[in-house]
Nanobody, 115 residues
């Protein structure tokens, strides 16, 4: 059973930084692409960043230049470094992976950015 557990969320002032972590188990992590999504109250869940098994990355326009996704296959972990945070970044952040066409999600971690 694939399990994803996020951590690192919290309350931060605008302009501050947070680093989210996602720990994976139950899968051959090194071959999985990993995604970070977020969902703000009253809004649809949106893709924030993605990293392939080979380390190629992609970002939503709204976070380019501020967020950095990385992975450490030896630790079965993926990270999201978030800098220059804005109030509009406030959301629950989720990591996700697909294994054999099944999507697995973590429970999410709350990020709140105060103005």
């Amino acid at each position: 059973q694939v399990q994803l557990v996020e951590s690192g969320g919290g309350l931060v002032q605008a302009g501050g930084s947070l680093r989210l972590s996602c720990a994976a188990s139950g899968t051959i992590f090194s071959i999985n692409a990993m995604d970070w999504y977020r969902q703000a109250p009253g809004k649809q869940r949106e893709l924030v960043a993605t990293i392939t098994s080979g380390g190629n990355t992609g970002y939503a326009d709204s976070v380019k230049g501020r967020f950095t996704v990385s992975r450490e296959n030896a630790w079965n972990a993926v990270y999201l470094q978030m800098n220059s945070l804005k109030p509009e970044d406030t959301a629950v952040y989720y990591c996700k992976t697909d294994v054999f066409r099944t999507s697995y999600w973590g429970q999410g971690t709350q990020v709140t950015v105060s103005s």
